[in-house]
């Protein structure tokens, strides 16, 4: 399986084991009310979009900061203030409707 659409599903919670699917390039998580994710997600090493806006985060896992193929992180309207300090925004980051007050260096 390479894509997994789970938006628009009410989803309050990501079970760990989905960070198994390691076969996983794109993944919507998009249009939930998500509060945390599972730090596995960073075991979906061939990860390369990640859609996160519309839900309640307030962090992301470090262990996303590890995954070297991801190119599109879309994190919109969250309540996401900080990236982790080990995250680098080298792929294509979307914050629009953020309140990030600090990027790491």
Not at 19 to 41: A, D, H, M, R, Y
Not at 58 to 63: D, F, N, R
Not at 66 to 76: G, H, K, R, S, T
Request: aromatic share 4%; charged share 15%.
């Amino acid at each position: 399986m390479e894509q997994l659409y789970l938006s628009n599903n009410m989803l309050t919670s990501v079970p760990a084991e989905l960070g198994q699917c390691v076969s996983l390039e794109t993944l919507w998580l998009n249009n939930n009310q998500i509060t945390s994710l599972p730090t596995e997600l960073g075991n979906i090493v061939g990860l390369e979009t990640l859609h996160l806006e519309h839900n309640q985060l307030t962090t992301l896992p470090v262990e996303l900061a590890e995954l070297a193929f991801l190119e599109q992180l879309d994190i919109c309207n969250n309540n996401i203030t900080e990236l982790p300090a080990d995250f680098e925004a080298g792929g294509k980051l979307e914050a629009q409707g953020c309140s990030i007050v600090r990027v790491p260096a």
